[in-house]
């Protein structure tokens, strides 16, 4: 029954990757395609290591699989925030070298990427 769980828990992570990999490629902005490759990368690897943890069974493997979901939980989102703040700031930037006021509504949005 153990692996059944653990084989349904490494199907939905795979599920979770490959939403990521496919909103990656499919959004058009920065933005969008970060929020999708940190979120439902994350999903992706926490069901993953849910099912390495019931897989292997021991004490030792789910303290290391905690450990690493916490990590990435706690680092993925604050990544991502910092990326996004860095490009936006690059973006404000590079319209100010052009003359134009970032904050106004007249100022043409260009994509990033």
Known sequence: ???????????????????A???VYRFSDFY????AA???STFGLGFSALAVALALGTFSAW???????LF??????IAAHLLSRSV??????KEKE????????????????
Not at 88 to 93: A, F
């Open 1 to 19: 029954m153990i692996t059944v769980i653990a084989s349904v828990c490494l199907l939905i992570g795979g599920l979770f990757a490959l939403v």
């Open 21 to 23: 990999g496919v909103g």
């Open 32 to 35: 969008s395609r970060i929020h």
């Open 38 to 40: 940190t979120k439902a």
């Open 63 to 69: 303290l290391k699989m905690l450990a690493t979901v």
């Open 72 to 77: 990435i939980f706690a680092t993925l989102p």
């Open 88 to 93: 936006l700031s690059r973006q404000k930037g």
């Open 98 to 113: 052009l003359g134009e006021d970032p904050e106004s509504q007249d100022s043409v949005k260009r994509p990033l990427l």
